[in-house]
């Protein structure tokens, strides 16, 4: 039975981030990672990493002056902060020319509708600067701009251009940056590759590390340590056209929930407005960036209609709405009117080959056709979860409604966190970020928490017993029903009835199948018993924490009664001015989602703002 200092679960950025700041303190660590590190889903990420570095001078910009609105609420409140990350190790404040760390700060809160947890927010634009000087030091191949520096464009939502991009291929370069600092310490960390974690060692409120099983083996096992930290990713798989890899299937949300750990606005899901009509696949909005239009069947520029100063270059939520609504009301292409059209020939041969390389070759071979010459059919899809696993900005796990009550050694980080740096929306190029912030403060508070003299808990004698179970009973089961077949039922009842617009009705029927997929699911059989790379029982194993948490989705979009960032109800909605109808008085505060046996039980956290008072979100 391995022991170690710090367990962690994930070889994204955040994971692997958090391996890196454990290993500097000389402690013992590993990295415990259902696929190959190198095939985490961050690597997949395309347009870019955000922080205000402020390469790009005034006069190269085509954007309109920038502008913070509501600042100073209430100076007297301030977040309970543990680091002073203005002056982080000792170096001083990033300098405030163009762009700032402010304003990035400032237009994440109004990004994120407002939901935002204010101090998580500060943290990750304040720190931004310094950690992709970091990457940049271990070699990251950032593009650069003529005079060397790293090169920058503009993404939805942010003021200046902000996002660091290595072309078209961003977490790429990022995640290998620091696979290649990983092996540099390979005696150190010690990595366990192809290992599917399925429980947590949880008692009386201490975690004492995971159970994990082989999928090369077969095998079932502890991994004991005294600090766990989750950087398992998102869970975009529960809907039938998602950007997201396969991997992505909520594991470590469903297994903290399983656990008794609440789960926290899961029902912001993030629809990305330009996926490959019906393979999801992403077209980054980089595309959008360089200037790329979207055109409706008519080709129009339809987001003159909807957000007229920013058009294509408005947040995602808001450029997925008119989507929906252009296909809605009769304007989408193609037969059946449901996708519209991203188009790149505004920006150029040339730029395209240069800055977006990758994208261009997926639109020719998934769709045969040619982006130089022709609009590319697209939908929104399903990307990215701004809710997760309840954290403070230390990134330890906290259960309660007042961020007091800590689960003792268990921290998350990551996309499978929610830290709310995001709030109810997440702009773009926000989330790698956000997944190396949170990674180096949940290494960092590990190596805080076993320094100062955490012991090793001892090991409850029935640690396996429930993963055990788990396995035996989808391996022995023969009642029949197929894995596949829920799976797809699952998925295509999340993006139909609880996808970029939702309604009361709609959500009760998608609850309604998610419980009848629960009981069926408990019949569910498959026919490879065998224990080498056993794919049938790990589909089954993901399809049961899809369904899981898929409940806590829905149970918190139905109780929510307004429109909010990624959350919108059609109820809640003005189709005349296409904007949300939000309600601060009743609902400017977290859901939280607690398991019990016959559901889910919501309870309210209130959100942090002392810097920037909400008001209406336009662009
Ligand atoms: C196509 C695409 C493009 C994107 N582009 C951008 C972008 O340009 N800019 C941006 O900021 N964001 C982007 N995002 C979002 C961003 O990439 C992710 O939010 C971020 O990379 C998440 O990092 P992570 O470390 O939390 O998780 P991931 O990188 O998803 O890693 C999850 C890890 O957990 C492991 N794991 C999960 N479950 C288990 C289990 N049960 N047992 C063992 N291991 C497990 C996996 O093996 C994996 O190593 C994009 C996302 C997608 C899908």
């Known amino acids: 039975m391995p022991t170690h200092d710090v367990v962690i679960v994930g070889a994204g950025l955040a994971g692997m981030r958090a391996a890196l700041e454990v290993c500097k303190a000389g402690l013992d660590v590993a990295i415990v990672s259902k696929v190959h590190p190198s095939r985490s889903h961050s690597g997949a990420a395309q347009g870019g990493i955000a922080a205000a570095l402020d390469n790009v001078g005034i006069a190269e910009r085509n954007m309109p002056p920038a502008k913070i609105s509501g600042e100073n609420v209430d100076e007297k409140v301030t977040a309970d902060t543990p680091v002073d990350w203005r002056t982080m190790e000792g170096k001083p404040a990033y300098e405030v020319k163009n762009d700032s760390p402010l304003l990035h700060w400032f237009d994440i809160c109004k990004g994120g509708d407002y939901l935002v947890d204010q101090d998580a927010a500060e943290l990750c634009a304040f720190l931004a600067p310094q950690l992709i000087y970091e990457y940049e030091h271990w070699g990251c191949a950032f593009s650069r701009l003529p005079d060397g520096r790293i090169a920058q464009r503009e993404f939805g939502g942010h003021q200046a251009p902000r996002a660091c991009y290595a072309a078209d291929r961003t977490g790429h370069a990022c995640l290998h940056a620091l696979f290649e600092q990983v092996m ?138 008119a989507e929906q609504i252009e296909i809605m009301e009769g304007r989408g292409g193609g037969p059946n009117k449901d996708y519209v059209y991203l188009d790149f020939r505004p920006i150029g041969e040339k730029r395209i080959r240069e800055a977006l390389p990758q994208i261009s070759e997926l639109v020719r071979r998934f769709v ?108 022995n089961n023969d009642g029949g029903e197929n894995c596949a077949a829920l799976a797809k039922e699952l998925k295509e009842t999340m993006m139909e009835k609880c996808g970029v617009f939702r309604d009361e009705d709609n959500l009760k029927k998608c609850l309604a199948k998610i419980k009848d997929l629960q009981v069926r699911f408990r019949r569910v059989s498959i026919s490879d018993k065998g224990k080498t790379f056993n794919t049938a029982l790990q589909d089954a194993i993901e399809l049961g924490h899809m369904l899981d948490f898929s409940e806590v989705i829905v149970v918190g979009a139905l109780a929510r009664k307004e429109s909010r960032g990624g959350h919108a109800r059609l109820e809640y909605f003005d189709m005349k001015t296409y904007e949300n109808i939000r309600d601060d008085e009743n609902f400017l505060k977290h859901t939280l989602g607690y398991k019990e046996d016959d559901g889910v039980r919501l309870a309210y956290k209130p959100v942090k703002i002392y810097k920037f008072k909400p008001e209406a979100r336009k662009y």
């Open 184 to 321: 540099k310490n390979a005696k150190k960390i010690k990595i366990y590759s192809e290992f599917l974690m399925l429980d947590l060692i949880l008692r009386d409120g201490v975690c004492g590390g995971i159970v994990v099983y082989d999928l090369r083996t077969g095998q079932l096992d502890v991994i004991r340590a005294k600090a766990t930290i989750f950087a398992t990713g998102g869970y975009g798989r529960a809907f039938s056209v998602t950007t997201n890899a396969f991997a992505s299937t909520g594991d470590g949300v469903a297994i903290a929930y399983r656990n008794g750990i609440p789960l926290e606005d899961m029902e912001f899901v993030q629809f990305h407005p330009t996926g490959l009509y019906r393979l999801g696949i992403l077209l980054s909005e980089a595309a959008r960036g360089e200037g790329a239009y979207l055109l409706n069947g008519k080709m129009e520029r339809f987001m003159q209609r909807y957000a007229p100063t920013k058009m294509e270059k408005g947040p995602r939520d808001i450029v997925a709405r």
């Open 368 to 475: 045969n056709l040619d982006p130089f010459k022709e609009p590319v059919p697209i939908q929104p899809s399903a990307h990215y979860s701004m809710g997760g696993i309840p954290v403070n900005i230390k990134g330890e796990v906290v259960v309660d409604t007042q961020n007091e009550q800590k689960i003792i050694g268990f921290y998350a980080a990551g996309e499978c966190s929610c830290m709310s740096v995001h709030g109810a929306n997440r702009l773009g190029v926000n989330s790698l970020l956000e997944a190396t912030v949170t990674g180096y403060l949940a290494g960092k508070s590990a190596v805080e928490f076993i320094q100062g003299g955490a012991p090793l808990p001892d090991l409850p004698p029935d640690a396996t017993a429930r993963a055990d179970a788990e396995l035996k009973a989808i391996l």
